[in-house]
């Protein structure tokens, strides 16, 4: 008898619990943003910057350039819907971060993934890592981009 006991109320907890659960739903307007106890809030709003068809794992600032890095194929201006206005990126771009638009002059394409990205101390050099065995020509400069082959 103990265990059909145990087993029923068990049901009960679970069923009643449904019962009492509800949908969790993003709350965009707390009551008091500016009270420190209230949560920090997000909203599905369109962003203003460049926008990719894929994930972006990591991003540095120099200046007023914001390059990204990460795992996407294409780069469409803010408000595009998915799909249109793509101009090709494979893996890394730069956006300027005060007008949120594409530097369509930084374009190294990568064959795989960056995961990780960082500038020097001066800012002169941004360096890039990941899974990627080749990477184009940047059209700001003349030189090569290339990661060393992979470790056996």
């Known amino acids: 008898m103990g265990i059909l006991t145990a087993v029923l109320t068990a ?3 679970i069923f009643g619990g449904l019962a009492i659960a509800q949908p969790a739903a993003a709350d965009t307007q707390p009551p008091d943003p500016t009270n420190p106890a209230s949560p920090p809030t997000v909203a599905a709003d369109v962003l203003p910057t460049t926008q990719m068809d894929g994930v972006a794992w990591a991003q540095t600032v ?3 350039t914001v390059y990204v890095a990460g795992k996407f194929n294409n780069a469409r201006p803010a408000g595009s819907a998915a799909g249109t206005n793509n101009t090709p990126r494979s893996n890394l771009l730069a956006y300027d971060i005060t007008t949120g638009n594409l530097i369509s002059s930084f374009n190294v ?6 995961l990780a990205i960082t500038a020097s101390p001066d800012g002169s050099r941004v360096y890039v890592g990941g899974d990627f065995t080749t990477a184009g020509v940047a059209t700001t400069t003349a030189s090569s981009r290339s990661a060393p082959p992979p470790a056996r």
Do not use: S
């Open 11 to 13: 049901v009960g907890l």
């Open 62 to 64: 120099v200046g007023n």
């Open 109 to 114: 394409p990568l064959n795989a993934q960056a």
